[in-house]
């Protein structure tokens, strides 16, 4: 099992900078991949960025060279920095991470999620 809660939402103006952080706990020594979604209002959830255990990171085309994930050492705590953010940035974000044990299925989880606003 791993819980996850998001934090460092809120409004900003276009142009401006936010860090959003996603604190880990449970078995977060079994977490292979972690990542950073968000979700508009009337859109479907989107994937923003991505990384992996080894480290490699993947980010959606519209954030690229403006958004950062990153993660500490014991992996207990992600982080997203976003910068020169856009109104189209505007959303709930979520942090989700796939478990496994290494002896069976990998397992999704995802947090509550936390709204960033950017105004124009």
């Known amino acids: 099992q791993v819980q996850l809660v998001e934090s460092g939402g809120g409004l900003v103006q276009a142009g401006g900078s936010l860090s959003l952080s996603c604190a880990a706990s449970?078995?977060?020594?079994?977490?292979?991949?972690v990542g950073w979604y968000r979700q508009a209002s009337g859109l479907q959830r989107e994937l923003v960025a991505t990384i992996a255990d080894g480290g490699s990171t993947n980010y959606a085309d519209s954030v690229k060279g403006r958004f950062t994930i990153s993660r500490d050492h014991h992996k207990s705590t992600i982080y997203l920095e976003m910068k020169s953010l856009k109104p189209e940035d505007t959303g709930v974000y979520y942090c989700?991470?796939?478990?496994?044990?290494?002896?069976?299925?990998?397992?999704?989880?995802w947090g509550q999620g936390t709204q960033v606003t950017v105004s124009s």
């Open positions: 989700k991470a796939i478990y496994n044990s290494g002896t069976g299925p990998s397992y999704q989880y």
């Open positions: 449970g078995s977060v020594f079994g977490i292979k991949q």
